[in-house]
DNA sequence: TTGGGGCTAAACATGT
DNA sequence: GACATGTTTAGCCCCA
């Protein structure tokens, strides 16, 4: 097998002291039983074949690892670094070759487990380097040979096939080494998760960019070996400046390992990782624990916790990797931080925008929006559910929310003039909605308003302030795509809400009941601070968890404080006729206009207004009478300095 | 712990 | 009788 050949080349290393050579004869484990002279001089090796060995060389001095540490002693380059750990005695019954890799897991403690992973990573680093070395310089001193031997015979049609083959060989080789670098260095750092849960990525090892991580390794080795490659020598300095680029997280996320410290780029960490910050400002430092990954050693004070950075954390292999593990960390998170990014952008461009509608206004508080839109409207979907992201390009742009440029269209049951005013004394669900109309119409996604807020604010957008309750229903079905699902639920809620409130004023007519908002009724029903229901809440939560949840929820929040800026009596109100819907309203609606005067009775309904039993409670309709003439007077920039006066109705 | 607001579900009554 | 509409009650959750 080519395994043995590799063992044997290793033996036969002149310079195999501590290398990876010795280990066969320290037991007779996989390299020792499989061993034999062959003598193939690692001619035809393979890199399957290579590796394939160097693992069982390595799971072999895991072993042997594990068994010392069981029976107390310490590898020499390793015991001044590692904490002793104390072993099952169990582990120390099992001879090396019985104990497996999933064995130990069983059988030790995550710290246990942590620290013969630590130092096996350690000693199988430094080992394989060791023995990456000699064998280049092995396949130097052939390559040399084989030279010297072409000198003498270049007729040799041979020699060049054979120096080609030494040459690729020796490429091989540091190609394997440095595969076999980035192998170790993701078994270590697996092996470190379980224990600390320090990385609670999953899999994030998985999908760190293998380049990434041979690439430092490369150069790590590289810079291990200064002594004996001097042209290497300047590659220590070139590490930060080398390190493959990363577009989310370039020189940021990458250590400067200057004094065992991982100095980030970052100006912040650079100030703080030297020990300049005021005490307990520490990044690695908090709750009287170590914070580096995988330590939390106790430390009670800023100086204990220095001597302990700079004593268990100093610059070696085992702080290098850790420190590794963090800066990919840092750079799965930012890249899962720009990818979710990207699929918000993405999404609230399909929700919000439209091409034919272009919104000065603000789009939901917090939300982002993009200035372009998707090809396919969301009307396309059905259901109006969210569709799956898109490519977001349209940078991120919040928009200003504007009371002077009101855009027309948002609601097509508005007409212009109407929106004007209503901008002017919107309300915030109306604002809310008139902003946010596309989404909550495509998006099946529950608006943070109450039952009792839609149905006013279904009743206020018609003209003549009144609805049917199948108007409502409509009304409920058409803004909000959420409601044309459950219909038994939320219609039963929205009766339910009609009979309950006595905001709500039943209106007969010879056509039927028409529905009507008592102003006052709504806000003395209303809680001065907060309205919104924490179910609805709730609920869109769950049916949103994006950022028009935010939005929603503070424009459900700032609706509270809005009181009847626009809305005229209504509790004897009638319209001058019942439209089958608000839709064909297009200018005649002037809410702010039809404040003032009290409207006119249709001659073709007699009215008959059935008030709600208030238990215990004056009649307030004539008080409704003074609220609502506060509306004409009201000025141009009324601001929520009024609202939040008048919020403070009992 | 309690009261209030809100939602959901259900039962019931009434009218078409 | 089916359906729509309206009323009422109960239970649950959440929050102040």
């Given at each position: 097998?080519?395994?043995?050949?590799?063992?044997?080349?290793?033996?036969?290393?002149?310079?195999?002291?501590?290398?990876?050579?010795?280990?066969?004869?320290?037991?007779?484990g996989?390299?020792?039983?499989?061993?034999?002279?062959?003598?193939?001089?690692?001619?035809?090796?393979?890199?399957?074949?290579?590796?394939?060995?160097?693992?069982?060389?390595?799971?072999?001095?895991?072993?042997?690892?594990?068994?010392?540490?069981?029976?107390?002693?310490?590898?020499?380059?390793?015991?001044?670094?590692?904490?002793?750990?104390?072993?099952?005695?169990?582990?120390?019954?099992?001879?090396?070759?019985?104990?497996?890799?999933?064995?130990?897991?069983?059988?030790?403690?995550?710290?246990?487990?942590?620290?013969?992973?630590?130092?096996?990573?350690?000693?199988?680093?430094?080992?394989?380097?060791?023995?990456?070395?000699?064998?280049?310089?092995?396949?130097?001193?052939?390559?040399?040979?084989?030279?010297?031997a072409?000198?003498?015979?270049?007729?040799?049609?041979?020699?060049?096939?054979?120096?080609?083959?030494?040459?690729?060989?020796?490429?091989?080789?540091?190609?394997?080494?440095?595969?076999?670098?980035?192998?170790?260095?993701?078994?270590?750092?697996?092996?470190?998760?379980?224990?600390?849960?320090?990385?609670?990525?999953?899999?994030?090892?998985?999908?760190?960019?293998?380049?990434?991580?041979?690439?430092?390794?490369?150069?790590?080795?590289?810079?291990?070996?200064?002594?004996?490659?001097?042209?290497?020598?300047?590659?220590?300095?070139?590490?930060?400046?080398?390190?493959?680029?990363?577009?989310?997280?370039?020189?940021?996320?990458?250590?400067?390992?200057?004094?065992?410290?991982?100095?980030?780029?970052?100006?912040?960490?650079?100030s703080?990782?030297?020990?300049?910050?005021?005490?307990?400002?520490?990044?690695?430092?908090?709750?009287?624990?170590?914070?580096?990954?995988?330590c939390?050693?106790?430390?009670?004070?800023?100086?204990?916790?220095?001597?302990?950075?700079?004593?268990?954390?100093?610059?070696?292999?085992?702080?290098?990797?850790?420190?590794?593990?963090?800066?990919?960390?840092?750079?799965?998170?930012?890249?899962?931080?720009?990818?979710?990014?990207e699929?918000?952008?993405?999404m609230?461009?399909?929700?919000?925008?439209?091409?034919?509608?272009?919104?000065?206004?603000?789009?939901?508080?917090?939300?982002?929006?993009?200035?372009?839109?998707?090809?396919?409207?969301?009307?396309?979907?059905?259901?109006?559910?969210?569709?799956?992201?898109?490519?977001?390009?349209?940078?991120?742009?919040?928009?200003?929310?504007?009371?002077?440029?009101?855009?027309s269209?948002?609601?097509?049951?508005?007409?212009?003039?109407r929106?004007?005013?209503?901008?002017?004394?919107?309300?915030?669900?109306?604002?809310?909605?008139?902003?946010?109309?596309?989404?909550?119409?495509?998006?099946?996604?529950?608006?943070?308003?109450?039952?009792?807020s839609?149905?006013?604010?279904?009743?206020?957008?018609?003209?003549?302030?009144?609805?049917?309750?199948?108007?409502?229903?409509?009304?409920?079905t058409?803004m909000?795509?959420?409601?044309?699902?459950?219909?038994?639920?939320?219609?039963?809620?929205?009766?339910?809400?009609?009979?309950?409130?006595?905001?709500?004023?039943?209106?007969?007519?010879?056509?039927?009941?028409?529905?009507?908002?008592?102003?006052?009724?709504?806000?003395?029903?209303?809680?001065?601070?907060?309205?919104?229901?924490?179910?609805?809440?709730?609920?869109?939560?769950?049916?949103?968890?994006?950022?028009?949840l935010?939005?929603?929820?503070?424009?459900?929040?700032?609706?509270?404080?809005?009181?009847?800026?626009?809305?005229?009596?209504?509790?004897?109100?009638?319209?001058?006729?019942?439209?089958?819907?608000?839709?064909?309203?297009?200018?005649?609606?002037?809410?702010?206009?039809?404040?003032?005067?009290?409207?006119?009775?249709?001659?073709?309904y007699?009215?008959?207004?059935?008030?709600?039993?208030?238990?215990?409670?004056?009649?307030?309709?004539?008080?409704?009478?003074?609220?609502?003439?506060?509306?004409?007077?009201?000025?141009?920039?009324?601001?929520?300095?009024?609202?939040?006066a008048?919020?403070?109705?009992?």
């Amino acid at each position: 097998m080519m395994v043995e050949s590799a063992s044997d080349s290793i033996r036969s290393t002149p310079t195999s002291q501590n290398g990876v050579g010795s280990i066969p004869s320290q037991s007779d484990g996989v390299g020792a039983r499989e061993g034999s002279a062959s003598g193939d001089n690692n001619g035809d090796l393979s890199t399957a074949e290579l590796l394939h060995f160097q693992q069982q060389q390595a799971l072999q001095m895991a072993r042997q690892l594990l068994l010392q540490q069981a029976t107390g002693l310490s590898t020499p380059s390793t015991e001044n670094k590692q904490p002793s750990v104390q072993v099952p005695v169990s582990v120390t019954m099992m001879s090396p070759q019985m104990i497996t890799q999933q064995q130990m897991q069983q059988i030790l403690s995550p710290a246990q487990l942590q620290a013969v992973m630590q130092q096996q990573q350690a000693l199988m680093l430094q080992q394989l380097q060791e023995y990456y070395k000699k064998q280049q310089e092995q396949l130097h001193l052939q390559l040399l040979s084989q030279q010297q031997a072409g000198k003498q015979q270049p007729k040799e049609a041979a020699l060049g096939n054979k120096q080609l083959a030494f040459q690729q060989q020796l490429l091989q080789m540091q190609q394997l080494q440095q595969q076999h670098l980035l192998n170790l260095q993701r078994q270590s750092l697996v092996g470190l998760q379980p224990g600390q849960g320090q990385v609670t990525l999953p899999g994030l090892p998985q999908a760190v960019s293998p380049s990434d991580l041979q690439q430092l390794l490369k150069e790590m080795s590289n810079c291990q070996e200064d002594s004996s490659k001097p042209d290497n020598a300047e590659l220590s300095s070139t590490i930060s400046t080398s390190f493959p680029s990363n577009k989310l997280s370039p020189p940021t996320v990458h250590p400067s390992l200057v004094n065992g410290q991982n100095a980030l780029h970052n100006p912040r960490r650079d100030s703080s990782s030297h020990y300049e910050l005021p005490p307990s400002s520490h990044p690695l430092y908090g709750h009287g624990e170590c914070r580096w990954p995988g330590c939390e050693a106790l430390c009670e004070d800023m100086g204990q916790f220095v001597k302990h950075l700079n004593t268990e954390h100093a610059l070696d292999d085992r702080s290098t990797a850790q420190c590794r593990v963090q800066m990919q960390v840092v750079q799965q998170l930012e890249i899962q931080l720009a990818k979710e990014s990207e699929r918000l952008q993405a999404m609230m461009t399909h929700l919000h925008m439209r091409p034919s509608e272009p919104k000065p206004f603000s789009q939901p508080l917090n939300l982002v929006s993009g200035a372009t839109h998707n090809k396919m409207s969301p009307d396309n979907y059905p259901d109006g559910l969210p569709q799956p992201p898109t490519s977001a390009t349209a940078p991120i742009t919040p928009m200003r929310a504007g009371t002077s440029v009101i855009s027309s269209s948002s609601l097509p049951s508005m007409g212009p003039v109407r929106r004007r005013i209503v901008d002017k004394f919107c309300t915030p669900i109306s604002s809310e909605l008139a902003q946010n109309h596309e989404f909550y119409k495509n998006a099946e996604v529950r608006p943070p308003f109450t039952y009792a807020s839609l149905i006013r604010q279904a009743i206020l957008d018609t003209p003549d302030r009144q609805l049917t309750l199948n108007e409502i229903y409509n009304w409920f079905t058409r803004m909000f795509a959420y409601f044309r699902r459950n219909t038994a639920t939320w219609k039963n809620a929205v009766r339910h809400n009609l009979s309950l409130h006595k905001c709500f004023v039943r209106v007969e007519n010879v056509k039927g009941a028409v529905w009507t908002v008592d102003e006052l009724e709504y806000q003395k029903r209303r809680p001065p601070k907060m309205t919104g229901s924490p179910t609805l809440v709730k609920n869109m939560i769950s049916g949103l968890g994006y950022g028009a949840l935010n939005a929603s929820y503070q424009a459900a929040l700032a609706e509270s404080s809005f009181p009847l800026l626009n809305s005229p009596p209504l509790h004897n109100s009638s319209g001058s006729g019942i439209h089958g819907g608000h839709d064909d309203v297009t200018s005649t609606g002037e809410p702010g206009h039809s404040n003032g005067s009290s409207p006119r009775l249709s001659p073709q309904y007699s009215q008959s207004v059935h008030v709600k039993e208030e238990p215990a409670e004056e009649d307030v309709r004539p008080a409704s009478v003074s609220v609502t003439n506060q509306n004409p007077v009201l000025p141009e920039d009324h601001d929520l300095e009024t609202e939040t006066a008048m919020e403070d109705l009992p």
